[in-house]
């Protein structure tokens, strides 16, 4: 399946952004990552194909997934940005029964978008 990421940009602190994910097909699970320099790339959330959404502690309550069929978009909303937010955001997806746990096993991505917050 190939992923492409849309929405990133150059933002305010304190601002709010959506990226957007589309699949050239039906996909199951659908998940963003973000990688800054010279850091390991992010896990930030993940939707399975019945909208159930997964989060890590790190980013709950500031970011939310959803999705949307037929076109099966997956949208990631961004709230209150910070600096520490600016990273290039890649969108993954997997066909797996369950969302899975590691990174590795998400086996298509995106080219990545670039998010850069302002101070």
């Known amino acids: 399946v190939q992923l492409q990421a849309f929405g990133g940009g150059l933002v305010q602190a304190g601002g709010s952004l959506r990226l957007s994910c589309e699949a050239s097909e039906r996909t199951v699970n659908v998940a963003w990552f973000r990688q800054a320099p010279g850091k390991r790339r992010e896990f930030l959330a993940a939707?399975?194909?019945?909208?159930?959404?997964k989060y890590p502690a790190s980013v709950k309550g500031r970011f939310t997934i959803s999705r949307e069929y037929p076109n099966d978009t997956v949208w990631l909303q961004m709230t209150d940005l910070n600096a520490e937010d600016t990273a290039v955001y890649y969108c993954a997806a997997v066909y797996a029964r369950e969302i899975p746990s590691t990174r590795g096993a998400w086996t298509s991505w995106g080219q990545g978008t670039q998010v850069t917050v302002s101070s």
């Open positions: 939707i399975n194909w019945n909208y159930r959404p």
